[in-house]
Each structure stands twice: as C-alpha cells, then as structure tokens.
C-alpha cells in the first residue's frame, strides 16, 4: 500500500511539475498577443510581481493589471520565451510551488527594438485545482535597444529605461558572484 501512494504522490509531483511549466509559457503568450483577461488569469486575487531595479512592482490583481497596462501601451511586438525552469516542492505544502525561470524577450518600447535576459523567482500557488503565480520576481541581466547589444555585458549599467541606464539585477548582487570575486578576483 506505501509503494502505491508514493507512486501517486510522485505522478501528482509530475502533473504539478508540467502544470507549472506551461503556466510559465502561458505567461510569455499572453504577454505578447496583450491579452489582459488570460495574464490575469495566471495570477492569485493577492499576488505580487517585483525587481530589484524596481522597473515592475505591484501588489494584487488589480494594480498588476495597471502595470502591464502601462507597459503594453508603449510597447509594440513582443516575443518572450522561457528556456530553463527549475521547480521545487515543499511536501509539508502541497499547493505551494517555488520556481527559477531563465528566459529571454525581443521588445518594442516606444518603438525602439530591445532585447532582455532575465530569471525569474517564482512563487506559486495551487487554487481551486489549478496552479498560478502567487509572486513573480523579474530580475533582469540587461534590457537595452539592439544597437547597444554588443557593448553591454562590458558595464553593469545593462538596463536602458526611457533612455537612461541603470545597474542590472544581477549576476553582481548574487551570493555565488559575489564571493567569487571575493576569492579570486581580489586575489589577482
């Protein structure tokens, strides 16, 4: 009888595991067709999305509505699309997920062609039998217009805003980069 619900508990694990992967997918598609009604459908009544640059900061559907609204309106087309995703389960919380997405987005912020890198830290939730997001984390390695593209990995300011940059969100403010340079940099 063990080896049976272990074997459930492992299948649900899968289901939960490939539900998640496709919320995140669905995400990068209803960012780029615009479509308000399903991005908002991917998010729980009280979640959150924030960045350390503080580019995208919201609290509840309601305000993230507001912010891709805002965002939407200056951008043009949009092509986003998820590369690896890293999902983990807390077994004393079945309906509670954490996740590590790396992706990358062509864009089209008042009409300037822009690439991005970013991760984000997932927390999710299970909600009347569906998965959502109940916080997104969007950290950005750069966001600049495509003629800056080839000089950017050079200088930390790799985040262009309104024509201006600002520092990246990481590798720099993370722990394993942080105490490389520590080590060996410092070290010459």
């Known amino acids: ?29 209803a960012c780029d067709e615009h479509d308000m009604p399903r991005l908002l459908s991917l998010f729980a009544p009280d979640a959150t999305m924030d960045s350390p640059s503080k580019l995208l900061v919201a609290n509840g559907r309601d305000e993230i509505e507001a912010m891709f609204i805002r ?21 004393a919380r079945p309906d ?13 912020p008042n009409q300037e062609g822009s690439v991005a890198a970013m991760r984000y830290e997932d927390k999710y939730r299970r909600l009347d039998g569906r998965w ?19 000089q950017v990995f050079a200088d930390p300011m790799r985040i262009t805003v309104n024509g201006n940059r600002i520092q990246a969100d990481y590798p720099e403010n993370l722990p394993a980069w942080q105490d490389f340079e520590r080590k060996h940099r410092a070290a010459g």
């Not at 965002?71 to 077994?91: A, N, Q, S």
């Not at 997001?133 to 080839?150: D, G, W």
């Open 1 to 29: 009888m063990t080896d049976i619900l272990s074997l459930e508990r492992r299948i649900e694990r899968l289901e939960a595991r490939a539900e998640i992967q496709e919320l995140t997918s669905a995400y990068a598609i």
């Open 71 to 91: 965002l939407f309106k200056i951008r043009g087309p949009g092509y986003h699309w998820t590369h690896d995703h890293f999902v983990r389960f807390d077994p």
């Open 96 to 108: 509670e997920a954490t996740g590590l997405v790396l992706s990358h987005a062509e864009t089209c």
């Open 132 to 150: 959502v997001f109940a916080k997104r984390v969007l950290n950005f390695l750069y966001y600049v217009p495509v003629a800056q593209y080839p």
